[in-house]
């Protein structure tokens, strides 16, 4: 079980590293520019069938190699009071892939059996996304629908999700506050 500090000192992909090295950042994917990096950050996930809320960490790599889509891997692990990871939690990957006129489209799969296609679109500092297929396997939860909204300040990146799921309407799920460990 990796800690936070474990996972700050991982090597970086080549290809997230820095936009002025390897390939250049594909025309299509200009609306993404700003995501791409490493982002590190705890938040808090709170759910009306889950005794929370609870506090995670959380690293989102987001990288390119010159086609016109980014690669999106995304890692959380529970924390105690005190900082301490407890164990690891949520576990995804997928695309992003952008469209014409600013539209986007993310596809996730993830660990626990859910594969998500999410559109949506893409302003300065803003990504707002909803899905409009959630597939899952016989032993995945019941997920009906997600909506996720990426917010960038500076150097801070705010997540938040909301999720319609386990027979409870569209609530907030997830938020956090991701910090741009790297470009």
Not at 26 to 51: H, S
Not at 92 to 116: D, F, K, N, S, V
Request: glycine fraction near 10%.
């Amino acid at each position: 079980m990796s800690t936070p500090e474990e996972f700050a000192r991982q090597p970086i992909p080549a290809d997230t590293a820095d936009l002025r090295d390897g390939p250049p950042l594909n025309d299509a994917c200009a609306p993404l520019r700003d995501l791409i990096g490493v982002w590190q950050g705890e938040g808090e996930v709170n759910y009306p069938t889950i005794d929370g809320p609870f506090r995670f960490g959380q690293q989102v790599t987001i990288s390119h190699d010159g086609r016109p889509f980014l690669r999106h891997q995304a890692r959380a692990w529970l924390l105690d009071a005190d900082g301490n990871v407890l164990r690891p939690a949520a576990w995804e990957t997928g695309w992003w892939r952008p469209g014409a006129e600013g539209r986007l489209e993310l596809l996730l799969t993830h660990a626990t059996g859910l594969l998500e296609i999410f559109y949506g679109s893409a302003e300065t500092g803003r990504w707002d996304l909803e899905t409009e297929t959630v597939l899952g396997t016989a032993t995945a939860k019941d997920v009906r629908a997600a909506q996720r909204s990426y917010v960038l300040r500076g150097d801070v990146l705010d997540y938040a999700e909301s999720r319609e799921m386990v027979g409870e309407p569209m609530t907030p799920h997830v938020s956090a506050a991701l910090h741009r460990a790297t470009r």
